[in-house]
DNA sequence: GCTGGACCTGACGCCGATGTCAAGGCATAC
DNA sequence: GTATGCCTTGACATCGGCGTCAGGTCCAGC
């Protein structure tokens, strides 16, 4: 199939492929007339990098899931390099979430203040 | 005093309080040879602005406690915007939130699949 | 008067994934 | 032959908060 199909089966687009090529992360045949030429295979490698460009993922990082696939495995977490990734990003994750957690905490506290001041009436002159 | 003490006293640099002014969100007095001028007064507003940007507002939303500072209240959340803010923010990161938890369950879903298959011995090739 | 430091404005760079426009090639349908 | 549509490469735009460089002004100390 040639780019705009793949595009539209993988629910991207055209320009976003090439991107992805052009990042080492995807490649591709050419036909004689220098059209890109991918067939079901790559459909899945897609489909792997846009599941995890979705959950947060940098497209450098799906490369070793990309890499997994292409070697043959069933899914692009069976190797080492991806679990690999996977655990980076899950520290990252927790990290983010233990930040927004408390930010959370504090935005929560900040507006229990502000309904106290609320109610007794004080407070802004604007 | 001028941009430079300002910014090492609120922990930032002089590029930021332009950028600040340049936004809007700052204002300067002149001196006669065009030096911008700040008191003790606009330190507030700066410590304000990075108190919260540090949250992970953006500039644009730190407006409202500006404002309500400049206001002459004794704190920038006083104000109604400043709570309305608050309340933006906080439906953002408990979304947030969302996202990133189950993003961390999927992970580590993945990471557990991964060690039964690591621990029977199927899987990589690579 | 010179040097150095702090200030000024203006403008480009970054990061990351993608949109979007430009200008052209090739093929299919009429 | 021409219209249409998909393909090609290349390159600029986006968003946000800054870093950083360039070139020039102003003032204090010597």
Redesign the interface.
């Known amino acids: 199939m040639r780019i705009g199909e793949l595009a539209a089966r993988s629910g991207t687009s055209t320009r976003s492929l090439r991107y992805y090529e052009e990042q080492g992360v995807l490649a591709s045949r050419r036909t004689a007339n220098g059209h890109r030429e991918y067939d079901e295979s790559d459909l899945r490698l897609v489909r792997e990098i846009r599941g995890l460009l979705s959950?947060?993922f940098g497209l450098a990082e799906t490369r070793p899931f990309v890499?997994?696939l292409r070697?043959?495995?069933a899914s692009g977490?069976?190797?080492?390099?991806s679990?690999d990734v996977?655990?980076r990003?899950?520290a990252e994750?927790?990290q983010?979430?233990d930040r927004?957690?408390s930010?959370?905490d504090?935005?929560?506290n900040?507006?229990a203040i502000?309904d106290e001041?609320?109610e007794r009436g004080s407070?802004?002159?604007?």
């Open positions: 959950i947060g890499d997994c070697a043959g495995n977490d069976a190797c080492p390099a679990i996977y655990r990003k899950l994750v927790e983010c979430l927004l957690t930010v959370r504090h935005l929560r900040q507006l502000a001041r609320g407070g802004c002159p604007c």
